[in-house]
């Protein structure tokens, strides 16, 4: 299965915050009121973020597109940033970025309260195809859950009679952040932790071979997004039962738009050989047996 992009306009603009707050250990949600982006965003795609008015940190960074919403509610009722589905009407209006502080732009972005503002562009890159199946298998590692909630909730509303299985590995249970989105919106949800504190004791791959005991994968479709070594490991499993698994690559960029050639990742083309292609362009996503994951990691 090969990634597509989707044509669209990219959009450059400031936006106003009308809600941000941390949600787990070392990781923040953030709500802009931005309607060209909310309306526009494929599952997958992404926007690069910047600090209005600001020099320092001076480039702007990726941020995945979490999910979009029609409607708000006052900035001091959090609730609903962890509920859904959204039910409101019309086009989306509201967009929501999860992000982890890693770096002095993540710390200083935590920063920002409501009333502020961010500079951002995007849609970015290609997005995620709704998989021709009826069983989709998510696959998230660290803060990579980011960029499946959009796609597992197209797939469910697009594709009649579906089931769709989220699975999340983590270092401990205090890194999960509403993570009970993905249920709200009808998804099975499974984790995998390394210290044992939240569902299985071991890595996401432990936990896809322990379900395999009591449930087939044998028609299931796979969206990854995590660390490149957990989603090689997560390439080979599905490569091993063959089955189609697609990835979201989270190199690091510059500029977004295929200008600095920083993002660039070791793909296969149709030959067999394989060349740099850059994450900004033609990915973030890719379908996971064209990337060399040896050379990515």
């Known amino acids: 299965m090969s990634s597509i992009s989707h044509s669209c306009k990219t959009y450059y603009q400031q936006s106003e915050i009308v809600a941000h707050e941390q949600i787990a250990e070392a990781t923040w949600r953030i709500r802009v009121d931005c309607p060209n982006l909310a309306t526009t965003t494929r599952p ?12 320092d940190p001076l480039l702007a960074r990726p941020l995945a597109i979490y ?4 409607q708000h509610q006052a900035p001091d009722h959090w609730q609903p940033m962890s509920l859904g589905p959204d039910t409101g009407g019309g086009n989306p209006r509201f967009v929501d970025f999860v992000y982890a502080v890693a770096g002095k732009f993540t710390t200083t972005l935590t920063s920002l309260r409501p009333g502020d503002s961010v ?23 660290g803060i990579g859950q980011t960029a499946l909630l959009m796609l597992g909730r197209e797939f469910l509303a697009t594709v009649p009679s579906s089931q769709a299985t989220f699975c999340w590995g983590a270092g401990h249970a205090g890194l999960f952040g509403h993570a009970e989105d993905f249920g709200n919106h009808g998804m099975d949800t499974h984790f995998a932790t390394l210290d044992g504190s939240k569902g299985h004791h071991g890595t996401v791959i432990d936990l896809l071979d322990d379900m395999e005991k009591t449930m087939t994968f044998r028609q299931a479709a796979i969206a990854c997004c995590g660390p490149e070594g957990m989603m090689g490991a997560v390439a080979r499993w599905a490569a091993k039962r063959s089955l189609n698994c697609q990835v979201s690559l989270e190199t690091p960029m510059a500029c977004g738009i295929g200008i600095c050639f920083s993002c660039v990742a070791p793909v296969l083309d149709e030959k067999g050989d394989w060349d740099y292609k850059r994450t900004c362009i033609e990915g973030p996503i890719f379908d996971s047996q064209t990337i060399q994951w040896d050379a990515m990691t």
């Open 119 to 141: 500079s951002l562009w995007g849609p970015l890159g290609n997005g995620f195809q709704v998989p021709p199946t009826d069983h989709l298998v998510l696959i998230a590692g």
């Open 44 to 55: 997958g795609q992404f926007a690069m973020v910047r600090l209005t008015g600001r020099n």
């Open 67 to 70: 999910d979009v919403f029609h």
